[in-house]
């Protein structure tokens, strides 16, 4: 297995009182992305229920700001905690709260209100084959963040 990333664009920022949000298409299905791979639409529903339940629904769900290069989410990093990730079509729409209190969550913050337009990524570990000149994520893939 090795460690596979995407990124995707286009997030819309929400202002509700004093806490801002992140939210948009987190991760998608049946079509190859910027980085050749597809992703079958089972293994991630698979993955997006299992991380669902085992770190959204107990506030673990956290993503750190840049790219990091390895799977672990390090702590210290923390810019942004996932509050919903739910599947709209072959699309898993997210929406995470910027933690405006950490130190990287506050310079997602000031990125925002300075008119930065960002965009998530996501981690994980798996392998991928090639089949029929697509690069297909296979059925070991183990999600590690959406954002």
């Known amino acids: 297995m090795k460690l596979i990333t995407e990124v995707v664009e286009d997030i819309i920022v929400e202002q509700k009182g004093k806490d801002l949000y992140i939210e948009g298409v987190f991760l998608q299905s049946n079509i190859k992305n910027r980085n050749g791979r597809v992703y079958p639409t089972e293994t991630l529903d698979r993955e997006v229920k299992r991380y669902t339940e085992n770190y959204i629904e107990k506030n673990r769900a956290f993503g750190e700001l840049g ?3 390895g799977p ?5 990093r923390v810019s942004h905690m996932i509050k919903s990730l739910k599947r709209e079509g072959d699309n898993f729409i997210g929406k995470a709260k910027i933690m405006k ?3 990287y969550g506050a310079i997602v913050n000031n990125l925002i209100k300075e008119g930065a337009s960002l965009g998530v990524s996501s ?3 798996g392998s991928v084959r090639s089949t029929n000149g697509q690069n297909i994520v296979q059925d070991d893939f183990y999600l590690s963040t959406a954002a």
């Open 101 to 103: 209190e950490t130190p």
């Open 67 to 69: 790219h990091p290069d």
């Open 123 to 125: 981690r994980g570990m």
């Open 72 to 76: 672990t989410i390090n702590l210290e």
